[in-house]
């Protein structure tokens, strides 16, 4: 089993910027895709970007690149099994639970309104509030 923990959530301004933390633990091994995901009020879960072990990261499109950064946390012995997520710039818009995952092989290909598919080691969440 893979234990995925988000930490770092909070109330903040709109302008202000936020840095999640993700850590993944248990049975990594097989879980070499990590990503994260948010979901606003009312609205479907969406993906943000993912990382596949030392690769790349990959944005959902660039309007999110623009402000969001996905990185590993190289402080740690198993930066691997971690993903940070800063958020800049933040809009109220911005507000949403955003939940961690892993998965086995990052969906590279897949229509990105089908990406949770893929996942099946979720945390339990982190809530943003953004105020204007």
């Known amino acids: 089993q893979v234990q995925v923990v988000e930490s770092g959530g909070g109330s903040v301004q709109a302008g202000e910027s936020l840095t999640l933390s993700c850590v993944a633990s248990?049975?990594?091994?097989?879980?070499?895709?990590m990503a994260w995901f948010r979901r606003g009020p009312g609205q479907v879960r969406e993906v943000i970007g993912c990382v596949y072990r030392g690769g790349a990261t990959s944005y959902r499109d660039d309007s999110v690149k623009a402000r969001f950064t996905l990185s590993r946390d190289d402080s740690r012995d198993d930066a691997l099994n971690t993903l940070n997520l800063r958020l800049d710039s933040l809009k109220a818009e911005d507000t949403a639970i955003y939940y961690c995952?892993?998965?086995?092989?990052?969906?590279?290909?897949?229509?990105?309104?089908?990406?949770?598919?893929?996942?099946?080691?979720w945390g339990q969440g982190t809530q943003v509030a953004v105020s204007s």
């Open positions: 248990g049975s990594t091994r097989g879980r070499g895709c």
């Open positions: 995952a892993a998965a086995r092989y990052c969906p590279y290909g897949t229509p990105w309104s089908e990406y949770e598919r893929a996942f099946d080691s």
